[in-house]
Each structure stands twice: as C-alpha cells, then as structure tokens.
C-alpha cells in the first residue's frame, strides 16, 4: 500500500541521515517528558467563573449563552460548573466596576492623556465613543 511505502521511504531516509547507526523505528530517541504535579493547575469554582466569563466576554457572546444546557454540558468538569446567568450577570457587573475603579486610579497617574470623541446617530438613538491613549 501507500502507506507502507511512505512509511519504508521514511526509515530509509531516517536510516541514511543516521549513518551506519542501527535504527529502531519503534524506539523513539527521545521520551516525552512527564508533567510533574506542582505544573498542573487545581481547578476552583472561582477559577472556572473567571475563565467562563473570560470565554464570552471574550468571544462577544450574549449572556443567556451560559444558561443554555449545550454549553452547561461542555463545561461539565465533575463537581465543578459553570454559574448560571443570574449569577454570571452579577459576577460581570462586579468584575466591570473593579476595571473601571482601576482605570480611574491608573488614569489619575498619568501626567499626559489624549482622547478623541465619535458620535453618531442611528434611527433615533444617539451614540457616543471615547477613546483614550496614553504612553507608559
């Protein structure tokens, strides 16, 4: 077959870039290195809340998306699961007032800023955009 002669065309290579080595094609030179335990990150609730709520954030999802049972069941991690949208709604307002008392705090540091405004109208709505720059 195709595959076989691939597969003999590799060794052979292999063999030939080798020298006069024998080759063993089962044997890999190298072993792939084992994870020790203190890498591997323990999961929290707390953890699973913010990476969920990094995911749709994120992926500009709407909220309902963690309340729907397709998305429930792939984020099934054994006793862990994602918040419902009641709490994930009140964990975003949390998480949005704790950004803005940050950039308040970080923007009261700076000596320079520059902004620029964009305003536009869509069908009886008004819109506003700021924008802010600053150099570390």
């Known amino acids: 077959m195709a595959c076989d002669r691939l597969a003999e065309a590799a060794w052979k290579k292999r063999k030939a870039v080798d020298g006069d080595e024998q080759v063993d ?6 072993k792939q ?3 020790d335990s203190s890498s591997t990150i323990q999961l929290s609730q707390n953890i699973v809340d913010n990476y969920v709520m990094d995911y749709v954030v994120d992926s500009v999802l709407p909220m309902h998306m963690v309340g729907l ?8 991690g054994g006793r862990l699961l994602p918040p419902c ?7 975003l307002q949390e ?3 704790q950004w803005k008392s940050d950039l308040k705090v970080k923007l009261k540091e700076l000596p320079v800023v520059c902004t620029t405004a964009d305003c536009w109208s869509s ?5 506003l955009g700021i924008t802010v720059h600053w150099i570390d």
């Open 25 to 30: 094609a089962a044997q890999p030179k190298f």
């Open 85 to 91: 949208r009641q709490t994930f709604a009140k964990q």
């Open 123 to 127: 069908i009886r709505r008004s819109f």
């Open 69 to 76: 049972s397709y998305f429930q069941a792939s984020c099934t």
């Open 33 to 35: 290195p084992k994870l």
């Open 95 to 97: 998480r949005f007032e």
